[in-house]
């Protein structure tokens, strides 16, 4: 055998995988954390601030004891039930038991999504791209890339779990059950993150152990959900779910611990079996193969528009199907309010003007409002995807086979604003399904679908800075999910917080009129159109003349 035929010989760091396993664990979690540093603070701030404002914001509205047990009545709603969680201490509703029930899940909810996409990225995302085959080349041990992603996922947990407890306590909560509610908030996003290691094990992509991830999520709420509604407090089936064992704590209740063990013994029963699993596989692959494609791509994908199309679909459908169930569930309460606002007239904090004056027209008007933000996130997600595709170099190689720059965009954002309005258009038809539901009126379909299309061009001029962004600065483009979060936060929060008129203003949405309770007016709109045209021109310009990888 020749020199040139011979098996080179094995590095020397080559048995560092078996003899040494963990080696390099703290040198890759100072990689990760570096990494993740900004995103980890963000998200602290985030969820501190809004469970400090949302504690403050429940205190204004409810005033005193008759206005908490006019909200606990509000509960025997099983669509209230379905976004909240069980209901304790119902016979003396407490603040604390409010505050409880009305912001833990969606702690849990934000934890838990935090989780899943910090131990994907450093997963999955990493064996994608083909970075984690780089490490392991170097003498990196086979476990250091997985227990660095765990101690990550779990110091961002710690980060956000701090940030949880100080808005409680600083808000003057009770500190066990607030300190609980923190530990709870942080041990579910642990839980997930675990969820999230396993499906980091089926799958060669991202974007789909990502999707499985946080597709357990969903079956999780769904679950917890119908077991809350079949019996007060939480059903037998509400424990085969894990958002269910932080909220049966008790929490400002009758506080106990011991559901919160089941979180820990879950979380280390799921990382055992990503360990096993990650044993069944090589680098690179998952267990499920995947299945072959056709040996010529269909004409449509092809193109830039049917490229999108593709790349996007997945998480259109999953967005647009799960927020049309909530929009269905938030027109629900319709037929709950009117009794309530005669009950705690406090409650008008929540609803400025002449909303007061016919509730189901206003409430309907505020909940077609709010809906209509997830469909400006989904536009804002879908211009930013073709960044990512940049990043990865995918964009250069389309550019290189004849699809002009102006070409390439124009198809891009085409398919983006075709699934921002059907996604509109669907969550509008299905909040008047809700209130049509609740009130017996049929004609409230029709009614909230239209309000919720006078929207477009509040989610267009959110969209077109996103391209903006995307055309002249893209290193930049992810600010543009400021403008989307400040749009949530005014719309939420601006009359409790009393917002001054400029503030509010920078958001889109709170130029378009509440139809239908507020008449028509189509100034604002034809001015956010024209505005949105000119920053989408300004985008296909700077796209256009820089480098596609700068």
Same mark, same amino acid.
């Given at each position: 055998?020749?020199? $040139?035929?011979? #098996?080179?010989?094995?590095?020397?760091?080559?048995?560092?995988?078996?003899?040494? *396993?963990?080696?390099?664990?703290? $040198?890759?979690?100072?990689?990760?954390?570096?990494?993740? &540093?900004?995103?980890?603070?963000?998200?602290?701030?985030?969820?501190?601030?809004?469970?400090?404002?949302?504690? %403050?914001?429940?205190?204004?509205?409810?005033?005193?004891?008759? #206005?908490?047990?006019?909200?606990?009545?509000?509960?025997?709603? *099983?669509?209230?039930?379905?976004?909240?969680?069980?209901?304790?201490?119902?016979?003396?509703?407490?603040f604390g038991a409010m505050v409880a029930n009305e912001l833990s899940l969606y702690l849990f909810l934000s934890t838990a999504i935090m989780s899943v996409l910090i131990a994907i990225r450093h997963t999955r995302a990493e064996e994608e791209s083909g970075r984690m085959e780089i490490l392991r080349a170097l003498p990196v041990g086979r476990y250091a890339a997985p227990t660095a992603t765990l101690v990550t996922v779990a110091l961002a947990n710690l980060a956000v779990g701090v940030g949880i407890a100080l808005g409680l306590v600083g808000t003057g909560m009770e500190t066990a059950s607030s300190l609980a509610m923190a530990l709870a908030s942080a041990l579910?996003?642990?839980?997930?993150? $675990?969820?999230?290691?396993?499906? +980091?094990?089926?799958?060669?992509?991202? @974007?789909?152990?990502?999707?499985?991830?946080?597709?357990?999520?969903?079956?999780?709420?769904?679950? @917890?959900?119908?077991? %809350?509604?079949?019996?007060?407090?939480?059903?037998?089936?509400?424990?085969?779910?894990?958002?269910?064992?932080?909220?049966?704590?008790?929490?400002?209740?009758?506080? &106990?611990?011991?559901?919160?063990?089941?979180?820990?013994? +879950?979380?280390?029963?799921?990382?055992?079996?990503?360990?096993?699993?990650?044993?069944?596989?090589?680098?690179?692959?998952?267990? @499920?193969?995947?299945?072959?494609?056709?040996?010529?791509?269909?004409?449509?994908?092809?193109?830039?528009?049917?490229?999108?199309? &593709?790349?996007?679909?997945?998480?259109?459908?999953?967005?647009?199907?799960?927020?049309?169930?909530?929009?269905?569930?938030?027109?629900?309460?319709?037929?709950?309010?009117?009794?309530?606002?005669?009950?705690?007239?406090?409650?008008?904090?929540?609803?400025?003007?002449?909303?007061?004056?016919?509730?189901?027209?206003?409430?309907?008007?505020?909940?077609?409002?709010?809906?209509?933000?997830?469909?400006?996130?989904?536009?804002?997600?879908?211009?930013?995807?073709?960044?990512?595709?940049?990043?990865?170099?995918?964009?250069?190689?389309?550019?290189?086979?004849?699809?002009?720059?102006?070409?390439?965009?124009?198809?891009?954002?085409?398919?983006?604003?075709?699934?921002?309005?059907?996604?509109?258009?669907?969550?509008?038809?299905?909040?008047?399904?809700?209130?049509?539901?609740?009130?017996?009126?049929?004609?409230?379909?029709? &009614?909230?679908?239209?309000?919720?299309?006078?929207?477009?061009?509040?989610?267009?001029?959110?969209?077109?800075?996103?391209?903006?962004?995307?055309?002249?600065?893209?290193?930049?483009?992810?600010?543009?999910?400021?403008?989307?979060?400040?749009?949530?936060?005014?719309?939420?929060?601006?009359?409790?917080?009393?917002?001054?008129?400029?503030?509010? $203003?920078?958001?889109?949405?709170?130029?378009?009129?509440?139809?239908?309770?507020?008449?028509? %007016?189509?100034?604002?709109?034809?001015?956010?159109?024209?505005?949105?045209?000119?920053?989408?021109?300004?985008?296909?310009?700077?796209?256009?003349?820089?480098?596609?990888?700068?």
């Amino acid at each position: 055998m020749t020199a $040139a035929t011979q #098996a080179p010989d094995r590095p020397v760091h080559e048995g560092t995988s078996g003899s040494q *396993p963990w080696a390099s664990t703290g $040198a890759l979690l100072r990689v990760f954390l570096r990494l993740d &540093r900004l995103r980890i603070v963000i998200w602290t701030l985030a969820v501190g601030l809004l469970t400090a404002g949302s504690v %403050d914001a429940l205190d204004a509205a409810y005033a005193g004891p008759e #206005a908490l047990q006019a909200r606990a009545e509000l509960l025997e709603n *099983p669509s209230a039930v379905m976004m909240t969680g069980p209901a304790f201490g119902m016979d003396n509703y407490t603040f604390g038991a409010m505050v409880a029930n009305e912001l833990s899940l969606y702690l849990f909810l934000s934890t838990a999504i935090m989780s899943v996409l910090i131990a994907i990225r450093h997963t999955r995302a990493e064996e994608e791209s083909g970075r984690m085959e780089i490490l392991r080349a170097l003498p990196v041990g086979r476990y250091a890339a997985p227990t660095a992603t765990l101690v990550t996922v779990a110091l961002a947990n710690l980060a956000v779990g701090v940030g949880i407890a100080l808005g409680l306590v600083g808000t003057g909560m009770e500190t066990a059950s607030s300190l609980a509610m923190a530990l709870a908030s942080a041990l579910t996003g642990l839980l997930f993150g $675990a969820v999230a290691a396993v499906t +980091a094990q089926l799958t060669e992509h991202a @974007r789909a152990a990502s999707g499985a991830a946080l597709g357990v999520l969903a079956v999780a709420f769904l679950v @917890r959900g119908i077991g %809350d509604v079949m019996e007060t407090g939480g059903s037998w089936l509400s424990w085969f779910s894990p958002l269910a064992w932080g909220q049966q704590t008790r929490l400002y209740v009758d506080l &106990r611990w011991w559901p919160l063990a089941l979180t820990a013994v +879950a979380t280390a029963a799921l990382l055992v079996v990503a360990v096993a699993l990650s044993q069944r596989r090589d680098l690179g692959a998952g267990l @499920r193969p995947p299945s072959p494609g056709p040996a010529t791509a269909k004409p449509a994908l092809r193109t830039p528009a049917g490229l999108a199309r &593709r790349l996007l679909e997945t998480g259109f459908l999953a967005w647009t199907i799960g927020l049309a169930l909530f929009s269905v569930a938030f027109g629900a309460l319709a037929n709950s309010l009117e009794d309530m606002i005669d009950q705690v007239p406090e409650m008008g904090g929540f609803i400025s003007g002449d909303l007061l004056e016919d509730l189901t027209t206003g409430f309907t008007a505020f909940i077609v409002a709010l809906m209509v933000l997830p469909a400006a996130a989904l536009a804002v997600a879908g211009v930013l995807r073709l960044r990512s595709e940049e990043s990865e170099g995918r964009v250069e190689a389309l550019a290189v086979t004849g699809s002009s720059r102006p070409g390439l965009l124009g198809g891009w954002l085409a398919t983006v604003a075709t699934q921002a309005v059907i996604s509109t258009a669907v969550f509008g038809l299905s909040v008047g399904l809700g209130v049509a539901a609740a009130t017996g009126d049929g004609t409230w379909v029709w &009614r909230a679908a239209l309000a919720a299309l006078s929207y477009l061009p509040a989610v267009a001029l959110t969209a077109a800075v996103a391209v903006a962004l995307y055309g002249l600065v893209p290193r930049a483009a992810g600010l543009a999910w400021i403008l989307v979060v400040w749009a949530f936060f005014a719309m939420y929060f601006g009359d409790l917080l009393d917002l001054p008129e400029w503030a509010r $203003a920078v958001s889109p949405f709170h130029h378009v009129p509440l139809v239908p309770n507020e008449d028509y %007016d189509a100034a604002p709109l034809l001015v956010m159109s024209g505005v949105a045209a000119a920053l989408v021109a300004a985008g296909f310009v700077g796209f256009r003349r820089r480098d596609v990888t700068s």
